[in-house]
């Protein structure tokens, strides 16, 4: 999500990710460089790997992105620090919601490279919970930049449209029904309904 159609608005994040430098691989290479120094969650709130601030830095040192990127990671980084102890950041949520910043693709590619970074182990599977925090991820992500966004009930109610019921799904069956879901349009045509704003967007659900 993040890349807008030709027939609507083009949003601040789109024009971020023309901006900046980081590449795809750049951005998996990060992802895997953070594995590096994450820890396991300690929160149970948290399930998955958790990386601090100082961890981070040392795995974008290690990746050698350039000063513009890695000032603009550190504030997103910040975004998602919802303890505000620099110590306990979700790192393949953080991840996947900020991997559009690497794309200018269209808003299927985009998604599909987001729960490739979320997906270490290449399951294939994505359930319905991490689903909800994914895309609540981007959406969160997109409106640090000032985009509007669209509401945690429209994306409830993408999931369940997609899911029917079931638990998880083979997502890479199912990208091009989630980029065409009225929400996601919405969303990509920088039409959404809600409005957060810079740090506002630390409260968001993801």
Known sequence: MGNGSSNG?????????????????????????????????????????IISRANF??????VNLDPLDSDILDHLYTMWDKVGDSKSVNLLLFMAGISSLASTMDVQTKLEFALEIFDVHRTGRLRVADALKIFGGINATSSYFGDAVITPQAIEIMVEDIYLDQSEIF???????????????????????????GAKAIGTEF
């Open 9 to 49: 608005a083009r949003m601040a994040i789109s024009a971020m990710s023309d901006m900046m430098k980081i590449t795809k691989p750049q951005m998996m290479e990060l992802r895997n460089a953070c594995l590096r120094y994450a820890k396991p969650g300690t929160n149970q709130n948290i399930n998955g790997p």
């Open 57 to 62: 830095h040392a795995a974008v040192s290690d």
């Open 171 to 197: 997502y890479m069956d199912h990208l091009q029904n989630i980029a065409s879901h009225p929400s996601v349009v919405q969303f990509a045509n920088a039409a959404g309904t809600m409005r957060y704003g």
